[in-house]
């Protein structure tokens, strides 16, 4: 067994004791990429993390502008560093690491980054830089890049500004957003 398929089966293991997990084979292009989720978003939701700060499990589900987006970054091809805003389950990820992106994945939710190196791991054998990212308190040491990816990062109206702003801090002065 490969490093990276034995680091993917324990964070399976470890994934599999905390939630119901689904695999569902997602066709990306001309490709098939197999990705593991909860099965249920709903089952995820928390009172407690929606009275801190009205937070909701849509990292769990598998958005349709989340496979437009993952079909169009697997057809660029590229290389160098990609910013991923709300990397969710990981299909954006595993689509930038197989086009030959070099790959951060952030996300608010430490279980999504969990899904995303486990998908990255299945579909490419490669495990991306992850990081716990809150748009409303950038750390400093976050430098700009050339192209930053997100999608469905928009479905609150307080996030529009919030992303404009990461977009400003984090986007080099040549550099491409895809949101």
């Given at each position: 067994m490969t490093r990276a398929a034995a680091a993917a089966a324990a964070l399976r293991e470890e994934l599999g004791r905390r939630f119901v997990l689904i695999e569902e084979v997602i066709p990306v292009g001309e490709r098939e990429l197999t990705i593991v989720r909860p099965r249920s978003a709903e089952d995820l939701i928390s009172e407690e993390d929606f009275a801190v700060d009205e937070r909701l499990p849509y990292w769990a589900d598998i958005w349709p502008s989340s496979l437009i987006l993952a079909e169009r970054?697997?057809?660029d091809r590229g290389s160098g560093p990609v910013l991923e805003l709300g990397c969710g389950i990981g299909l954006i990820t595993c689509a930038a690491l197989i086009a030959g992106f070099e790959v951060e994945a952030t996300d608010y939710y430490m279980d999504a980054?969990?899904?995303?190196?486990?998908?990255?791991?299945l579909n490419t054998g490669r495990e991306p830089a992850v990081r716990h990212l809150d748009w409303r308190a950038l750390p400093d040491e976050l430098?700009?890049?050339?192209?930053?990816?997100?999608?469905?990062?928009?479905?609150?109206r307080p996030y529009a500004a919030a992303v404009a702003e990461v977009l400003r801090r984090l986007l080099s002065a040549d550099g491409v957003a895809v949101v």
């Amino acid at each position: 067994m490969t490093r990276a398929a034995a680091a993917a089966a324990a964070l399976r293991e470890e994934l599999g004791r905390r939630f119901v997990l689904i695999e569902e084979v997602i066709p990306v292009g001309e490709r098939e990429l197999t990705i593991v989720r909860p099965r249920s978003a709903e089952d995820l939701i928390s009172e407690e993390d929606f009275a801190v700060d009205e937070r909701l499990p849509y990292w769990a589900d598998i958005w349709p502008s989340s496979l437009i987006l993952a079909e169009r970054v697997l057809a660029d091809r590229g290389s160098g560093p990609v910013l991923e805003l709300g990397c969710g389950i990981g299909l954006i990820t595993c689509a930038a690491l197989i086009a030959g992106f070099e790959v951060e994945a952030t996300d608010y939710y430490m279980d999504a980054l969990a899904f995303t190196r486990l998908n990255a791991l299945l579909n490419t054998g490669r495990e991306p830089a992850v990081r716990h990212l809150d748009w409303r308190a950038l750390p400093d040491e976050l430098q700009p890049v050339p192209l930053v990816l997100a999608s469905d990062v928009l479905y609150e109206r307080p996030y529009a500004a919030a992303v404009a702003e990461v977009l400003r801090r984090l986007l080099s002065a040549d550099g491409v957003a895809v949101v």
